[in-house]
């Protein structure tokens, strides 16, 4: 049994479900312009038309309802909001506004992100997250999305995966915008995490009995060989980078001493002004753990080393595999990986809430006259479902579970050639197919119990 009022739902982000990215005002994300550059972006993809979700957003929620969701995790689009970053745009506002809205209708809890990676171009002309003046843009897209829900939402997490977006965006250059400047990715790791303090702050005034939290990417990581001084360097420096540069702050209020030394030649110290570590760490209500797998680290270098690497500091790591089945992203599935750090977090930072808001497989599913019969991924549902358990078993103030994705979408550099959806998208109709997964799903919210 799941605890009574285990919130279950299902994610997605703006940029990979909505579409119509031209439509009522929005403007331009780094991402529409990543997509533009050559090679960038599997298959030449973009963000058209996706999962055309900004137009079917009324049927899609019909369907969430039917699959008994109880919440669902969406993004809000900065460029839609501020259309250059700065202008008001009510039209992009209108869109979520009725997402809301509908939601409620239906009884399902809205659980909005800030910012899922779509920042408006014009503020990355002028520095983007390396620029200190992003932080203040921020707030003030904040301050328009919460005067407009902060009545009608009581969840919300400010960024998702700050890691992601800083090291794989400004160091390995494989995300928008697309740079390979280390010193820029630890100044943009930075500065996300004072930006969270600043959506705090907008939550706390407009919408003051909701609670206000974040969504990190975190993975529980190992040495491949613990006797090898090389693998537990290694390790301890991607905990450090992956893991602890955002936990540590925000919740215990101080960059971990090992990070600063290894960052010193990448000038995190020179970007962190003095009170930022206090509004960083100004109380974050709950913490949203995405999870998929996790990390087995050599300080050998493979095959691949010699392209920009997100490990700033740390660029000959390797992640050797273990035999272990893989999805199609290539990850390995690891579900007792997901039990081990949601203990591990309970244990460090007691009496913090946490709720998985992303955990989820991609696997290439075939649509036939019966359905999509996702075996593989049902069972990976189920295998991380059980893990999930074993973790309240433990004692873990897990309160919830997000799977991703509602839909089939934009997998960003690897565009539409990934599935991860309960509910398969065929791009040229828009029909929507919901696969077993999502009827296995649907059978443990209604019964909340994994039988
Ligand atoms: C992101 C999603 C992404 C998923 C699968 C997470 O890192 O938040 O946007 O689609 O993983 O790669």
Not at 158 to 187: D, K, M, Q, S
Not at 298 to 320: L, N, T
Request: some cysteine.
């Amino acid at each position: 049994m799941f605890p009574d009022g285990f919130v279950w739902g299902a994610a997605t982000a703006s940029f990979q479900v909505e579409g119509s990215t031209t439509a009522d005002g929005r403007g331009r994300s780094i991402w529409d312009t990543f997509c533009a550059r050559p090679g960038a972006v599997a298959g030449g993809d973009t963000g058209e038309p996706a999962a055309d979700h900004y137009r079917r957003m009324s049927d899609d929620v019909r369907m969430m309802a039917e699959l008994g969701l109880r919440a669902y995790r969406f993004s809000v689009a900065w460029p839609r909001v501020r259309a250059g970053g700065r202008v008001v745009n009510e039209a992009g506002l209108d869109f979520y506004d009725r997402l809301v809205d509908e939601l409620l209708r239906h009884g399902i809890a809205p659980w909005p992100t800030l910012y899922h990676w779509d920042l408006p171009q014009e503020l990355e002309d002028r520095g983007g997250w390396a620029n200190r003046d992003t932080v203040h843009r921020f707030a003030e897209y904040a301050d328009s999305v919460l005067g407009r829900l902060g009545d009608r939402v009581w969840n919300w997490t400010t960024f998702n995966e700050p890691w992601c977006a800083a090291f794989l965006g400004y160091a390995a250059g494989v995300h928008a915008p697309g740079r390979t400047e280390p010193r820029a990715a630890v100044a943009a790791g930075h500065h996300m995490l004072l930006a969270h303090g600043q959506g705090r702050a907008a939550i706390r005034e407009h919408a003051p009995r909701a609670a206000a939290g974040i969504t990190l990417n975190l993975f529980p990581v190992r040495a491949n060989d613990p006797e090898d001084e090389a693998d537990v360097e290694a390790a301890r420096r991607v905990d450090a980078l992956q893991n602890r540069f955002f936990l540590e702050p925000l919740l215990r209020g101080a960059y971990p001493p090992d990070l600063v030394a290894d960052l010193e030649p990448f000038g995190l110290d020179e970007v962190v002004e003095d009170g930022d570590v206090a509004r960083i760490s100004a109380g974050t209500d709950l913490l949203g753990v995405n999870y998929y797998h996790d990390h087995n680290v050599s300080g050998r270098p493979d095959e691949g080393s010699g392209r920009p690497s997100p490990w700033v500091g740390a660029e000959h790591v390797s992640f050797p595999g273990r035999g272990l089945p893989r999805t199609d992203m290539g990850w390995e599935v690891v579900p007792e990986g997901l039990t081990e750090l949601l203990v591990e977090l309970h244990r460090r930072y007691p009496g913090l809430p946490l709720y998985v808001t992303e955990n989820g497989a991609a696997y290439p599913d075939v649509v036939t006259d019966s359905g999509v019969d996702d075996v593989e991924r049902t069972e990976f549902l189920e295998s991380h479902l059980r893990a999930a358990h074993r973790a309240l078993e433990q004692g873990v103030d897990l309160r919830g579970y997000f799977y991703w994705s509602l839909l089939d979408n934009f997998e960003w550099a690897e565009g539409y050639a990934k599935r991860f959806g309960l509910v398969h998208v065929d791009y040229g109709t828009q029909r929507r197919t919901p696969k077993r997964s999502a009827y296995r799903y649907a059978r443990v919210i209604s019964e909340n119990v994994l039988r």
